[in-house]
């Protein structure tokens, strides 16, 4: 008789995406088995609020339509596990993702001691491996922080929008700080618009030394030691009077060696603004490259590692190792002149949460040059970026040879400023954004005088000039203004800015942010019914109050029925209150071929269109076609998003009809590595997204539809 087979025995790690399953299966090997979850399992439902506000704000959670096939699988696969090790991402979504795993587990009678949280900063194999010998259990405090602010959104979103979509337009929305945010835009433009330009004067003095050989310039700065701005051309010809034919005298001169202290590694936000700068990234785009390297990327055919730590962090902390791994790197390529001391250590900042470090690489051998290859031109840049700002925060401050003279003329002051690079220290590896400000503006050298020196003005050149308003935003900015102001948390930057551009609550016109006619309505009727939600010092105090549930374990019931109670009783005053608000249709500057109107946008079940003004008497509507950055397969011209007329998108060329391409999911700029066809983007029935090749008979669509089938029969 044949002996039975038997059973594998595994340890099972659940994780949330694919492509970090598959860089951890190969540093677990045999035993364990990787698998994702593939974001969050079980939320509050879509289609309601979800929420019990009667019987202390309890949340209705049900598992996300499409998910189950998912879920069950996991329940199967961790049946079968001796243990079961949840090692979502360090944050508080990964967190809650975990209990919610955990939970829907034990219903199928797993022992809740068989089922660990572990969690890692990076994906390497000590990382990995050091989580999985030091498992521990689901922190709660962690869950209920993200509970509260999801019963909190959830409120505020659910509540408020169907009141815009009555007093305003269907499809509008409200955020508890998506809102906030736009308000901080409208304010911007309202400060730029009743902006009121002051005038004021500049004064150079072009001089020379005595022997005429050593010219350099001096900028007014007052008289004696007070301070003094011309703000009129009379004032400017007084002092102009005053000078005429009189020396410069040197009465003071001061030489310093400067250093300028390198900047802190990288959290979400600074590196968000730097990406912005420096390579033109949206904070959407920053976040997705940055989630790639994160997760794992194949550096060879045999190895995938993760690149950097993970990317949603408002520390500057760094680890023993990691300084340790960058002063042998800095000495070896820089010199010992370029390693300090002692590693270098930056201040917490108040409010942050400091579980994990900061955004630096995870192999400090690993430099941007010997992964070129491996690396998509994003990737490649973003972590160029992220390397050279963590290898300089290890370095030695810049230094430069400085140099004022203060001169006198009749009593009025002058000062003339020179500043050198001395020593590049930690800009040898990183470099600002712009060039270095104090060498921009000091002169390129200063001639050796002394105090009592008189000098020869050549020439006195004034200049009018006028105040500028304050500039609008960019993504970058609004970052920078954000985190400043204690709105929202790293995690939420990219959502935010993406939401209210999608809403067209704002738009972007050459990288900045201006308010759209419809975001400054929504944030006029906020502000004069719901000041509280529109609020920065309101809406930073309640950032507080829930990362306290976090960290001081409050009550997050109470923290969300503390601003319930007020904000229902604003809702129902504002439910009377408010009058229907008439919204002008926005021009699409395009002509009605049939009467001449301009037609304008407007929105209807399948989303905006455009039509004629003159409807009824005239009925000439029109779909808006959306370019697709993906030239066409058949001619080279213009892929464009269309409506059907049942509303359904599709795709197609813009030279219709000599060329006939066509295509119901969405084409992009990816070849198939086994077929060589064109990629396309598919939406499964559960809504997610993967990738499948437009070559129906490719072999890895056939994959696809076998890995569907098995998960519907799970």
Known sequence: MAKAKTKEKYNLVIVESPAKAKTIEKFLGKGFKVTASNGHLIDLPKSKLGVDVENEFTPKYIVIRGRTPILNDLKAQAQKAEEVYLATDPDREGEA???????????????????????????????????????????????????????????????????????????????????????????????????????????????????????????????????????????????????????????????????RNPFAPFTTSTLQQDAARKLGFTTKRTMVVAQGLYEGIKISETEAVGLITYMRTDSTRISKEAQAAARGYILKTYGEEFVPQKPNMYAR?????????????????????????????????????????????????AQYNTMSYELEADGYLFRANFSKLKFKGYRAAYQEADKDVEEKKSNAVLPPMKEGDHCIAKQIETKQNYTSPPARYTESSLVRMLEEKGIGRPSTYAPIISTILERKYVKKEKRLIYPTELGEIVTKLMRENFPEIVDVKFTAEMEEKLDAVESEGQNWKSVVGDF??????????????????????????????FCGAEMVYKN????????????????????????????????????????????????????????????????????CPVCGSHMTLKRSRGKSVYKKCSNEDCPTNQRHKKENTNARKG
């Open 604 to 671: 209807g079940r399948f989303g905006e269109f455009i039509a004629c003004p003159n409807y009824p008497a005239c009925k000439n509507t029109k779909t808006i076609k959306k370019a697709i950055k993906m030239p066409c397969p058949k001619c080279g011209g213009k892929i464009l998003q269309k409506r059907s007329k049942k509303g359904n998108i599709f795709y197609g060329c813009e030279n219709y009809p000599k060329c006939d391409f066509v295509s119901w999911d969405m084409p992009i700029e990816e070849k």
């Open 349 to 397: 900042k108040k409010n942050i949460q400091d579980a994990h470090e900061a955004i630096r690489p995870t192999y400090i051998k690993y430099t941007p040059e010997s992964l070129r290859a491996r690396l998509s031109t994003d990737q490649y840049k973003l972590y160029s970026l992220i390397y050279s700002r963590f290898v300089a925060s290890q370095m030695t401050p």
């Open 564 to 593: 319930y109670g007020p904000f229902e009783k604003q809702l129902e005053k504002a439910e009377k209150e408010i009058t229907h608000v008439h919204l002008p249709d926005r021009p699409a500057g395009i002509i009605c071929e």
């Open 97 to 259: 993702i975990s209990w919610h795993i955990s939970n829907a587990l034990c219903e199928k009678g797993k022992d809740p001691k068989y089922i660990r949280r572990i969690e890692f900063n990076e994906i390497t194999q000590n990382a990995v491996t050091h989580a999985i010998g030091n498992p521990r259990n689901i922190d709660i405090d962690k869950v209920n922080a993200q509970q509260a602010r999801r019963v909190l959104d959830r409120l505020v979103g659910y509540k408020l929008s169907p009141l815009l979509w009555i007093k305003v337009k269907r499809g509008l929305s409200a955020g508890r700080v998506q809102s906030v945010t736009v308000r901080l835009i409208v304010d911007r433009e309202e400060e730029i618009r009743n902006f009121v330009p002051e005038e004021y004067w500049t004064i150079q003095a072009d001089l020379t030394d005595l022997s005429g050989k050593h010219p350099f310039t001096a900028i007014f700065y007052g008289k004696g030691k007070k301070k003094i701005v011309p703000v009129s051309q009379q004032e400017v010809d007084a002092i102009l009077a005053d000078i005429k034919g009189k020396e410069f005298v040197i009465v003071n001169m001061k030489k310093a060696l400067k250093r």
